[in-house]
């Protein structure tokens, strides 16, 4: 069985940055593709980021525009988002997700439970 735990969310104002954790456990590879989605009350899903299991590669939502960086630490299972420059529409339900069922920017064999970011104006 493969736990998917995030980290790091909380309020914040405009401007300021938080960094999620994802800590994978269970039957899990370190070489698993790796994704970061979120959903905010009211809307569907968004991709926002994606990163290789060697972490060579990435993909971000158009919408990150530089201030957001996924990066993932294999020893650990870990898996991190730093965001920066946080705007209140970056207010949402942030979910960590393993192994893409195709497309990257679509379904995930496992996801986490969620952590809240709120970012105030």
């Known amino acids: 069985q493969v736990q998917l735990v995030e980290s790091g969310g909380g309020l914040v104002q405009a401007g300021a940055s938080l960094r999620l954790s994802c800590a994978a456990s269970g039957w899990v590879r370190n070489y698993w593709d790796m994704g970061w989605f979120r959903q905010a009350p009211g809307k569907e899903r968004e991709f926002v980021a994606y990163i290789s299991g060697s972490g060579s590669s990435t993909q971000y939502g158009d919408f990150v525009e530089g201030r957001f960086t996924i990066s993932r630490d294999n020893d650990k299972n870990m898996v991190y988002l730093q965001m920066n420059y946080l705007k209140p529409d970056d207010t949402a339900v942030y979910y960590c997700?393993?192994?893409?069922?195709?497309?990257?920017?679509?379904?995930?064999?496992?996801w986490g439970q969620g952590t809240q970011v709120t970012v105030s104006s």
């Open positions: 997700a393993g192994v893409p069922k195709g497309d990257v920017r679509g379904e995930y064999f496992y």
